[in-house]
């Protein structure tokens, strides 16, 4: 499966973006998907995740609360709503596919990513 992220940009503190990823293929819907983010001079870091179905979300605690993940399996797309982003959330954000059907997730396949920058 190949990926495609988009959505990011500049935003004040405070503000909201949704990032979307699309992906190629026929079988999205039997992929996990997951959102993950590496801000400069860090480690990628988890921020979000969704079964295949989108019955079952996982969020880092960094973000619980502000961020939002979901999917569109007829529109071979996930999503990631952020809202009171912080200038902490200032990152590449990259989106990533799983074909584990439960948890833990190992992403084998992976976007390029989408710069999002918060302004304080």
């Known amino acids: 499966v190949q990926l495609q992220a988009s959505g990011g940009g500049l935003v004040q503190a405070g503000g909201s973006l949704r990032l979307s990823c699309a992906a190629s293929g026929r079988t999205f819907s039997s992929y996990a998907m997951g959102w993950f983010r590496q801000a400069p001079g860090k480690e990628r870091e988890f921020v979000a995740a969704i079964s295949w179905s989108g019955g079952r979300t996982d969020y880092a605690d960094s973000v619980k609360g502000r961020f939002t993940i ?51």
Do not use: F, I
């Open 70 to 120: 979901s999917r569109d399996n007829v529109k071979n797309t996930v999503y990631l709503q952020m809202n009171s982003l912080k200038p902490e959330d200032t990152a590449v954000y990259y989106c990533a596919a799983s074909s584990d059907r439960v948890p833990p997730y190992e992403y084998a396949y992976w976007g390029q990513g989408t710069l999002v920058t918060v302004s304080s």
